[in-house]
């Protein structure tokens, strides 16, 4: 279900599975993004613009489900909070992308931490999309 602002989320193994497949990737303290260029996979979302975000916050790092939902819940909120930031490399992707964000640390890092480490994940990812 997409979010507030429009967000739809990547959602089914098939999904990632083809983002983990068959798209790029690159690795930012604290995080590994993985994305793939618009195709069919996104055909089939609610808004035919923007970008489906996945997060992965592996079960073999924490055991607790309320230690992955609470990292889960900080890295939306920062990426919420700062998506204007590569708002233009978003919407020059032509019928949307799909980016999954995979959380890669054995620490709980706090907002700031994660919202830093985003924001510059992001930025290197917006780079790769300029004209």
Known sequence: MPSQQGQASLRGYGAFDRVF????????F???????????????AETSSGIRLGISVPKRRFKRAV?????????REAFRLNRHHWHEAEQRLQGGGAIVIVYST???????????GLCKAMERWSRNHRP
């Open 67 to 75: 230690d992955r939902n609470l990292i889960r819940r900080r890295i």
């Open 30 to 44: 604290p995080f590994q993004l993985r994305y793939k260029e618009p195709d069919d996979l996104v055909q089939g």
């Open 21 to 28: 497949g068959e798209g790029k990737s690159f690795f930012l």
């Open 106 to 116: 054995n620490d709980i890092l706090d907002f700031e931490r994660i919202q830093d």
